[in-house]
């Protein structure tokens, strides 16, 4: 067997808390594109919404319920791959094993497991007000206030607008997602990096920070990533063909 995954399996034998970063490249295998990069095509079919637009102008508001709304309907009929089942597995092992993921998809979510799971960028399936916080279904939402009513605010505090949970262009990340993420790479003594490039802040930073705690660092992507240097193990593959030879 190839030496480099003799030494993953040796890393995943022997670590007792395992943090997992993942990206888009996680989700190809279920023939899902990347929706946070801009070039790709969806967003030529579907002008994104900056976070400023989205809070200063109804049509706006409008424009990014019906993106996300095409995104679920992209997403519906999509299976999680065998590595969104082998990250599944991993968390239910061990309650402190965590996965911090990229993606908006929900492929990789299951509720038993949600406590473990930290959505740096929000999901397609969450929604919730922007000034009292209350959550809403997207897609009830959609159907009952945005397309019937042309309505996208809250029917609770009726003052804040209600929005998909996924981070716009120009939207801050949610502060708390970075603590629980920064806690699971300071604590682990294995942190694997799955199909992302490893180029977007701060998501690339939390491998860093569980590598200055000398947790042992892997980094499984299809092509080089700016931290490969620092990491004990780099290995070019898709996600699904490793899970073949580590099963
Ligand atoms: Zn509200």
């Excluded at 802040?201 to 700016?226: G, H, M």
Aim: proline share 3%; glycine share 4%; hydrophobic share 35%.
């Amino acid at each position: 067997m190839n030496k480099k995954i003799t030494q993953l399996i040796k890393y995943l034998n022997s670590s007792s808390i395992i943090t997992i970063l993942s990206g888009a490249g996680l989700s190809t295998a279920s023939g899902l594109p990347d929706f946070r990069t801009n070039d790709q095509g969806f967003w030529k079919k579907n002008k994104p919404v900056h976070f400023g637009e989205f809070v200063q102008s109804k049509s706006a508001r409008i424009k990014s319920w019906q993106n996300n709304h095409a995104i679920r309907a992209s997403i519906k009929d999509k299976k999680p791959s065998l590595m969104h089942g082998y990250i599944v597995e991993l968390l239910r092992k061990n309650k402190l094993n965590t996965h911090i993921t990229q993606n908006i998809d929900g492929l990789h979510y299951l509720e038993e497991i949600k406590s473990q799971i930290i959505e740096l960028h929000g999901s397609v399936f969450n929604a919730s007000c922007l000034n009292c916080l209350k959550k809403y279904d997207p897609a009830t939402f959609y159907k009952s206030k945005v397309k019937e009513l042309g309505s996208t605010s809250c029917t609770s505090c009726n003052d804040g607008y209600v929005k998909t949970s996924t981070i716009s262009f120009g939207q801050k990340l949610d502060e708390q997602q970075i603590k629980k993420a920064t806690l699971a790479s300071r604590r682990c003594d294995l942190f694997i990096c799955l199909g992302t490039s490893l180029k977007v802040s701060p998501a690339n930073q939390f491998p860093q920070k569980a590598k200055a705690r000398d947790a042992n660092l892997v980094i499984i992507n299809r092509e080089p990533t700016p931290l490969d240097a620092i990491a004990d193990l780099v290995i070019y593959d898709d996600l699904d063909s490793i899970y073949e030879k580590i099963k």
